[in-house]
């Protein structure tokens, strides 16, 4: 390991090890944030495209050639980035093309031109927290600022007066009752080629769909297979004796939002999904036992590092400087109830 390389990438991103963290997974995640810094780089690259705009294809190439210099000169991150039984070489590239898109879907980039090419949002400061403001663009905050996910945030006692907008919280019971009075019905007599969900079940989301329908609860979510594991899902009233049904809209399923009817559906039954939760100095260790709604998961992923490896969808490093808003989001947007591992 480059030891002086480690050092310079620790100190210039204020990025540091936590209690008990294990050596592979600290420096992948070190290397995790360190690429996202390099991408924003890499749009600035002097060539005979545009110096502020580059191509999606520019960037995965640049990108594996700043993560393979990573791993030669850190070789110990490797086992967090390949935690899987594909070559090196191919996790490389998912790497980057993962990271690129969180950084799309967070605002670190902007697409342009039908979404081939990418261009940094203009330079500015938006607080997400307490005291607390995100860095956005090209700044002059420079080593000021500390890496956290695939952003970055500096802290600012301006921020306590100003409009925080880490989130516009959903209330979950608030969004459900919405979805199910808005939703327009359809009469029907057979759901025998449907699943449907057992919101009581105490069993992890994926591992709770039955074919039998509940006659005793009102609303249910139902899901018809298509292929390739795909499904079309509809929202379910059973009231005097009769079903109705109401597809899901086309862009509420884009954005995965039957993960969300699903905690409602829970909540509101009383079977409120869990998430585990461990103090670890300056980051929260935060354990998840079902996938999130494509919104809440992208905040995750903003300002979060996956603990396993650069894909892992369950299991978060939390800062401590966001901790607040993350719990509210997980607890008053989602109906997840948050224990601390004893």
């Known amino acids: 390991m480059n030891k002086n390389m480690v050092e310079t990438m620790q100190n210039d991103m204020h990025l540091f090890p936590y209690r008990d963290e294990s050596i592979s997974n600290y420096l992948g995640r070190l290397v995790y944030s360190a690429l996202s810094y390099w991408i924003r780089t890499c749009i600035m690259d002097r060539m005979s495209e545009s110096n502020d705009t580059k191509s999606k294809a520019y960037i995965l190439g640049r990108g594996k050639e700043v993560l393979w210099g990573f791993v030669e000169c850190i070789p ?15 996790r490389i590239a998912e790497m980057v093309i993962d990271i690129r898109n969180k950084m799309i879907f967070g605002g670190e980039l902007i697409e342009l031109n039908s979404k081939m090419n990418v261009i940094l949002p203009e330079g500015k400061v938006q607080p ?12 002059n ?6 890496a956290v996910g695939i952003t970055r945030i500096i802290e600012d006692v301006h921020a306590e007066s100003m409009d925080i907008d880490f989130c516009s919280i959903i ?25 449907i969900f057992n919101s009581t079940a105490k069993r992890a989301p994926y591992q709770s769909w039955e074919d039998n329908l509940n006659k005793s609860r009102m609303f249910h979510l139902i ?4 292929y390739n594991d795909l499904h079309e899902y509809y929202l379910l009233k059973f009231e005097n004796g009769e079903i109705f049904i109401c597809k899901l809209e086309e862009l509420l399923a884009e954005g995965k939002e039957e993960r969300r009817v699903i905690l409602g559906l829970r909540k509101m039954y009383q079977n409120q999904m869990n998430a585990l939760y461990e103090h670890k100095g300056s980051v929260i260790l935060l354990n998840l036992f079902c996938r999130l709604p494509l919104r809440e998961e992208r905040i995750l992923e903003t300002y979060c590092w996956p603990e396993r490896s650069f894909d892992d969808k369950l299991n978060y490093l939390v800062p401590i400087k966001v901790w607040d808003e993350i719990k509210g989001l997980f607890e008053n947007g989602l109906g997840i109830r948050l224990k601390e591992k004893e």
């Open 171 to 195: 209330g979950i019971d608030e969004y459900i009752l919405s979805l199910y009075k808005k939703a327009k019905w359809s009469k029907v007599d057979d759901i025998s080629n449907y699943e």
């Open 223 to 226: 899901r018809m297979s298509l």
């Open 128 to 139: 997400c927290a307490s005291g607390i403001v995100r860095i956005f663009g090209a700044t």
């Open 141 to 146: 905050y420079g080593k000021k600022c500390q």
């Open 76 to 90: 110990e991150c490797k086992q967090w980035i390949s935690s899987t039984d594909k070559e090196i070489e191919d």
